[in-house]
């Protein structure tokens, strides 16, 4: 925060400026300046809460998802020419079209998809695509393919955009270690957790009271004016997690449903994300991941098993959602940061190629397939075209369920894609 | 701020040699230590110091290697199996035995490199096989025999300091990277890609020095490059001998011929300077300084040991912006705190662990691109985690640690962490010591830390019992400060 502003006219302009600092976050420096006491729970919660009750849940699929093995285009004889090992063979395809299916291991997912509650957007990628995981996931988390330098995530801007109404660090959770870029706000907004069992803090259990070690660990955390950015930053991520880890655990320990979950990280991650959806967090948005999709070797057991555990994971979850009575208000995205090579390579696997399909779930989803399979005979340098930017895919989100402005958040226009 | 500069660091009176600066070399060019350590590299003075740290290889040292019988008798087994032409029954329930057997090995072995750093007295080898680790990234599950982690660590090990180009070789080479990004299955006609742009993009050059087609060229030129049992193999056969271009050269290049012309590019001098800077000075260098750092790599021909030495012996090493500003990494912090704090080898299990739920699981990299750094250690995850680490410590418990893994820990001993203070000011003063160099605290902080110890006032006398001194350790490591080195 900028040095030398008193608390009143910090409280007079803090609410439409954003925080200045790399990282600084103006929920906190925000709150602890204008609450008489920052560490205040009570008042922390009785906060204005979000006035729409709509949730979208994010699933990164990490390593680039071979989306040609995952929407098969079973009757086309160059898809069976291009993969002559590891090609789903014509007659185990879930057929959605008389052209197209999903793969066997998907078995829930056409479950969702015969209810409607299911949407695939094919062929979605950007301009000039990158090869590189990392720059290639940097782009679909700025949503800047032009790689002008953005700081902050598409959803990081969508919860500035909203501030204050979204004044809670907790707006955003995600499930993992590390906060992704995507999420990244300039106020700073976004909670990570892995499990609310390490989700807090312990005090030791000998010495001086338990109480007033609280008070003291808040008085050695708490943020002080002009300190250098690390220590600052330091500060405020304490802060945010000491409150936030309170309101999570509270909202956990008040639902224990969501049985019949796979035993896989990432069902677990999305039973969590069910817990605290019950438990009435004030949360826009969850981010749960799941790794391993990079398939340059012997792909064919390695996918199936990814695939069936994305299937069964959102299955799982919806159907706790239903029991809950909450289903309707959740969207989930399902993307990869890139599809894969046309052509499988000798290790029976495949390399990084381009354009692959998006998933969306839920009730509130209109299901279909959206967009043209990428022909598999017109390439580029071997790999797919894409023809749908995956930033309308995004606008559509925002628009349509979010109630953002698209053009404020991605700095241009983009159609819509109709799923909602 | 000055601009930072390679200049070689002399002690001013406004920037002397204390042991504020001597606890930062010892903190950046290794894992820390306790006063008396900080206080011999005061004693040397800066160049003697980092010298010190460079010439490790004075310093004997031998640590076992971790005990991998157990999976040679199973491979034994297997193999006696297979020619017995046993069932399919038979060979699942061992390829089980097998799979856990190598997971427990997995565990022994992280555990042997972390009592490893835990105890070394070569810190500043321990401190570049880590580095190592995190750029030329290899680890399990890709890599299901921990014998060729452990054999890549040695690896690092052997070559910590050594010649960078013959670095690259050797782990383009080694059946660990052979496997985990599968050049191992990389054959001609249908090249597999994936080290060839991770050399690259990650390894060597970073992305944006080449295109797209060279990847192409430099994956074909790898075909054949893989191993059998432990060793790497060169099978002629899978060896695409046709002509290629790459990098605007062309002629029938193998892997060696990449490797050279690799070395020939500007990209390539700039990228390692850079990446150890920031490692070490723990912040961006400007472009001056880079090419500064890269004139010399070049000059002596990629050693790492000399350009190592320039960076610790500069100014940029010691300046404001490096001083106490890095946040430590998962391994820094537990690492650096065991040695503070004189925990032994019994301790690794719980070590280990708590380094993994701060999210830097050894052996067991998030992906080929490393570890994060930086601020990007701290969430508000990580950082609650980071602070009931104190726990494990000081009373044997930390959330997320199960208790029979911690059961080696002993309360930490605390008698001699005082220094001999008489009043509790004293024993504030001597814990910031040694526990945070450097930092300063302002008067709230200070009586949060009097009171911590049961005390009012600076002045009132010491009447001090362990339960209130480990109280007082669980608040400083649950501090911010304690976060940064």
Redesign the interface.
Known sequence: MPHGMTRREFVKKGLTMVAVGATAPSFLTRTALAMTNPWDLAEVQSRPGVPDQRILVVVQLGGGNDGLNTVVPFADDAYYRARPTLAVPQKDVLRLTDGLGLHPALVRLKALYDQGAAAVVQGVGYPNPSRSHFRSMEIWHTADPEGRVVRYGWIGRYFDSQCPVCDQPTVGVNVGPTLPLAMRAASGQGVTLESPETFQWMPSFEGIGRQEQVELFRLLNAPAPNEPGTIDFLRHTAMNAYVSAEQVRAAVARYRGGTGYPNSHFAASLRLIAQMIAGGLPTRVYYAHMTGFDTHAAQRGVHERLLAELAEGVEAFYRDLRAQGNADRVLTLAFSEFGRRVAENGSAGTDHGTAAPIFLFGPAVKGGLYGQHPSLTDLTDGDLKHAIDFRSVYATVLERWLGADPVKILGAPFGRVPFI | MAEPSLRRFRPTASAPWDEVRAAHLLNRAGFGGPPEEVRRLVALGPDGAVEELLGYERVPEAFPPPDYSELGRLAEEAEALRRAGADEAARRALAQRIGRAQREALQATREWWVARMVQTRRPLQEKMVLFWHGLLVSGFPEVRNPVLLYQQNELFRRMALGNFKALILAISRDPAMLTY??NA??????????YA?ELL?LFTMG?GHYT?QD?KEAARAFTGWTFRGTEFVFNRAQHDDGVKTFLGRTGPLDGTDIIDIIFEQPATARFLPRRLFEFFAGYRPPDGLVEELARTFRAVDFEVGPLVRTILRSEAFYAPQALR?Q?KSPAQLVIGTARLLGVGPEAARALTLAMD?M?QALLIP????GW?S???W????????R??F??LL??G????VPRRAAGGLRPVEVAGLLDGAETAGEAVAALTRRFLPGAAL?R??TF?LL??L?ANRPTDPVRL?P??????L??IL????Y??C
Do not use: C, F, W
């Open positions: 990004l599968d299955s990389n054959r001609k006609g249908r090249p597999n890609e994936n742009r993009e992305i797209e990847v500003a946040v739920l999210g998030p992906h080929v691109g994060p930086g601020e990007g701290i969430t508000t995850s990580t950082i609650l985690v602070y009931n104190a726990g000081t009373n418990q930390m959330p997320g302002d709230k902080r949060a009171r911590a049961g019992t339960q209130r001194v480990r109280t007082a669980h608040l649950s501090m911010p400060e976060q940064l």
